[in-house]
């Protein structure tokens, strides 16, 4: 029975229907992601070293070896050599915010960002139409990574290496992606 099969896929892959991805052949792919991010991927310039954050700097590093670590999984977990692969391309800022932990958003927490374990899910900010009410609204931030193969890879295995990629930001530091990643194949 497994020989039918192998051989039934065989016949089936000359003809293109088993090919080892869909969609646009390039060797850069550039991953835009919308995320919640982790407290060490932010800082606050007014305070010293409080709820995990530093200075903008330190955030900034964490990121990038953050992303390529992330990459560097993904693609041992896939068999892709590591040299196959440049270093990416990291463009993200890391953003300056006061961090807290209230449940209830007031006029002394307006432009917090509200801390839930790890990660800043919201901000306190004045909701408009009502005078003195505050309450919570997403805190989301852009992220995007540029890789650049040495051969041409298609459109749905970057969408695999992206969606992966952030898999393992989510277990290592917490981020939460608002949103699946959109992929760009050149």
């Known amino acids: 029975m497994l020989k039918i099969l192998l051989l039934l896929c065989f016949f089936i892959s000359t003809a293109g229907a088993c090919a080892p991805g869909t969609g646009t052949l390039g060797s850069k792919g550039t991953f835009s992601y919308e995320m919640n991010p982790p407290a060490l991927y932010t800082y606050d310039s007014l305070a010293e070293f409080e709820n995990g954050q530093f200075d903008q700097a330190y955030a900034q590093r964490v990121v990038v070896s953050d992303v390529q670590s992330a990459i560097n ?3 041992q977990a896939n068999s892709i050599p590591l040299n196959d692969i440049n270093p990416p391309v990291i463009t993200f800022s890391p953003p300056n915010v006061t961090l807290t932990t209230v449940t209830e958003c007031t006029a002394d927490t307006a432009g917090y960002g509200v801390l839930q374990q790890s990660t800043v899910y919201y901000k306190c900010a004045a909701k ?9 609204s997403p805190f989301v931030v852009p992220l995007t990574v540029q890789v ?39």
């Not at 408009?128 to 919570?136: I, L, N, P, R």
């Not at 298609?154 to 290496?161: D, G, I, N, P, T």
């Open 73 to 75: 999984d993904v693609l």
């Open 128 to 136: 408009a139409g009502t005078d003195g009410k505050y309450a919570k």
């Open 148 to 186: 650049t193969a040495i051969s041409a890879i298609y459109e749905s295995q970057w969408k695999m290496l992206a969606s992966q990629m952030a898999d393992k930001l989510t277990t290592k530091r917490g981020a939460q992606f608002y949103t699946d990643p959109i992929v760009t194949v050149g």
